[in-house]
């Protein structure tokens, strides 16, 4: 074969995985919006086996030699050397996995899914549990077909955040709770800031129609984005311009679907902002889940959580839900959904106690995986270790083990990134602050412009730069924990006028 | 191959089938609910590769060789035999017709869709022409590769509704126009029934309130069905457990959405009653277009647009639109829904002057066909044809030749089969009503009962038995168009007080 050839062939190849991805992304859309429940082991049967014909695509050896050939060619378009490179690893760890024990997996995927569903509805860990079981059996199985010395975990770790393994998040999650944990308890010792308002009754017919002018402000376009509502929220996209948020509405916190919503904004605008040019190819994607969690944690509290953001918005909401905020002043406002308080869920956490929700998880995952938990009874582990790091317990397994979705589709090692992400956010944010005001564009309705920023900085490069590259080149400094904890420690002595540390 | 290779093979065949067949409805769903338009091209060319995909499943020479085996053999399974029987006749029809080309004309039908949307927004039918043009090419093209010695719109004709030709539509149509254009022209001369109120203002909050109360009424179960919004509402399912439905809230026009509603809720139950042991089977789908009108229309007009049905939901109604209806009562309220008045707009059209808007279409599309109307002008062809039969002109195109949605997705001779089974839907009426009590059911809120006798009668066979038979078994007649026709004439000269015929 040629050389253009095989180019050929790779693009081909590419375009029709392209197609299994849009099939199977919108289905999981349709499924975690819309989809009338009962039908759900019909579908589910079928999007397997259609994930099974994508995997079957991609898992042609014939695929993994033309990209190792491609990869290394000098006179190759840098971007299908890029994509190829990317490829060369995915096809070279997953090439041993059977297609059965692949599609056997899917499914396996699909009714944890729907047994999660139940069970957090009906506050039952124990409809989850042997699912739980059997994902953490398979993905055993499924990394031991890799060729890899790594211990099972930091393979995982690394398939979310290339380059993280346990020694270095052990490092990160300790330079956090070393910091945050004092700071957290100094919180709690101050006096303490009135949320309650956030909390009367905000009908839901009321804050949807809130959100679509927030949808409005952050130039979230009907014509590329759409957002729909869901158990858990989450982002998905198709290429370029089809970008779907999703948020969940809670009739006594109205600040809930208000953050999320912003916080899928920001995966959503990452997606949008990539090269259009990577349309339908693994470089079409965020780089890494860290980086993507970097968008949205930007998003979300340092822009979201700012008294700047709020300038125009909070008079809609007011005006909506007169009331209930008629009222409290903008001030107040901007200091009740800053509040920091240790709490059960995650989704929902403040900005400061966040880090640690993650670190429960993280510590979980190490041990799942290195026999030292199991998930028999891990509701009453993961309430011990709530207990400990943030002093509240769960009386519903829903607020607990069952409140996050990522476990059913197998999903080990994401988290952590969360952590990350928001830990580049801070880095990002100081740099960006140093170019543009921020603050000023916030309260001018100019939230393009900072979008401009992030994709210019982050965004357009989608896969084709590595994480390290983008922060560096983004922020002149490599990834530096501190810039991350210097920023909560400012931002919470301030609000809670306490002395420095 | 064994006998029980060959089911075997057929079983594997048909559940691939089925697999992106979910996907293709579920993209489609998609698209024309909430799927963001800039993202439209790039999903069209995916799912225009999938279409092809699945053809070629289908299109398997060796399949055509083992159906054909299997559908005559008696000691197969009869539902086998029947699923063959009709994949015989499918295979039969389109083998020659190349893959390249069918992928080609689904990218075409995508692409005409969103020209179709647009051109309906503009009010511009110069942006639609062209696609329709290329719509026309492509099926004489397709259908040139059958093996069959029909006109070409014969063939369409009984790809919709088996067994029927031009001869017999035109027997059909003109038995219709005889009774029905004197009788619409008496009605006109008769006094006219106030019904101004239904296009008051009605904001679409209020109607999507009192739909939930219709859906429920209906018992349309949020379990396997969901209703979404659209341009041009529609049915699609993915299986007996996955129905959706599409409307479309109009503000100056309450009943348009109510009655779309349960038209598009007869399609859903048709669909959800069917034996689900046909699921995913080609059995599994109503046994023709006008069967499946029949059903849409059955519970429009003879259970919609009865007293009996509004009588526990219009308190429902009027207390969601108190200042629009306050002062209507009931039969006010029921004749206004009822009101015979030539229209442009065949959705929204009342069920006397319905059948003329197919009429018309069902003229164009022969003349389409047989070269003596051209795609040039068709907006001026339409327009023409609308004052000689209804005597009424659209001043936009939006509400004359954009219309419908059919032409763009190369549906030419399922127009028809809305008036067929509007006068299937009279006979099914008329054996019902002497076998249980619709009118008390109805009010009694007891709706899932008359579903019941429906899937009894017509739903469950799925395409197991011919329409033919299945009229026959429930109704004890053949098909006779006076049913409908006299039940209209009894209909509307009591509502309008006019003397017998």
């Known amino acids: ?28 859309i349709d499924k975690a919006t819309v989809a009338p429940a009962a039908g759900a082991s019909y579908r589910d049967e079928r999007s397997a086996y259609l994930a099974g014909e994508a995997y079957s695509i991609m898992m042609d050896p014939k695929m993994l030699e033309i990209v190792n050939i491609l990869k290394d060619d000098e006179q190759v378009d840098p971007v299908v050397r890029r994509g190829c490179q990317l490829y ?45 079981k059997k994902i953490i059996e398979s993905r055993r199985e499924e990394y031991a077909c890799r060729n890899s010395n790594l211990p099972l975990y930091d393979q995982m770790l690394q398939d979310y955040e290339p380059g993280m393994t346990m020694e270095k998040y052990d490092a990160f999650f300790s330079a956090l709770t070393e910091r945050l944990v004092p700071l957290i308890h100094r919180v709690r010792q101050a006096d303490q800031i009135d949320d309650s308002f956030l909390h009367h009754n905000y009908p839901i017919e009321g804050q949807k129609k809130f959100m679509e002018h927030l949808l409005s402000y952050l130039h979230f376009d009907p014509s590329w984005g759409y957002q729909n509502e869901t158990e858990h929220p989450f982002t998905s996209w198709t290429c370029q311009n089809d970008c779907r948020t999703t948020t969940k509405y809670i009739q006594n916190d109205v600040a809930s679907a208000i953050l999320s919503t912003i916080h899928e904004a920001g995966h959503a605008w990452y997606e949008h902002n990539i090269d259009p040019l990577y349309d339908g190819m693994i470089l079409s994607d965020g780089v890494s889940c860290g980086m993507h969690e970097s968008q949205s944690r930007l998003l979300e509290n340092h822009l979201g959580r700012s008294k700047a953001f709020w300038k125009t918005n909070y008079p809609v909401l007011q005006e909506i839900f007169p009331s209930q905020l008629g009222e409290v002043t903008l001030e107040q406002f901007v200091a009740a959904i800053n509040v920091a308080k240790p709490s059960l869920v995650r989704t929902e956490a403040d900005e400061l106690t966040y880090p640690l929700h993650i670190a429960i998880r993280y510590e979980i995952e190490k041990g799942l995986f290195n026999g030292t938990i199991s998930t028999e009874h891990l509701d009453e582990t993961w309430n011990a270790m709530y207990e400990k790091y943030l002093g509240v317990k769960a009386e519903q397994a829903s607020q607990g083990i069952l409140q996050d979705v990522h476990w059913s589709s197998g999903s080990f090692g994401y988290f952590p990134t969360y952590a990350l992400g928001s830990a580049y956010a801070a880095q990002f944010v100081s740099a960006m602050e140093k170019q543009i005001d921020v603050q000023k564009l916030l309260e001018e309705n100019r939230f393009d412009e900072i979008e401009q920023w992030l994709k210019d900085h982050i965004h357009q490069y989608g896969c084709y730069l590595e994480s390290e590259d983008i922060l560096k080149q983004a922020t002149g400094e490599r990834f530096n924990v501190n810039t991350y904890l210097d920023y909560l420690c400012d931002k919470y002595t301030g609000l809670y006028g306490l002395k420095g540390e």
Chains 1, 2 share one sequence.
């Open 1 to 28: 074969m040629t050389r253009e050839e095989m180019i050929e062939t790779y693009r081909q190849w590419v375009f029709r995985m392209s197609a299994y991805q849009m099939a199977l992304s919108i289905i999981e």
């Open 88 to 132: 060369a690893i995915r096809l070279g760890n997953s090439l041993s996995f059977p297609k059965e024990k692949y599609v056997a997996q899917s499914m396996l995927f699909n009714q944890a899914y729907d047994a999660w569903l139940q069970a957090k509805r009906e506050n039952d860990y124990s409809i989850f549990e042997p699912y739980l």
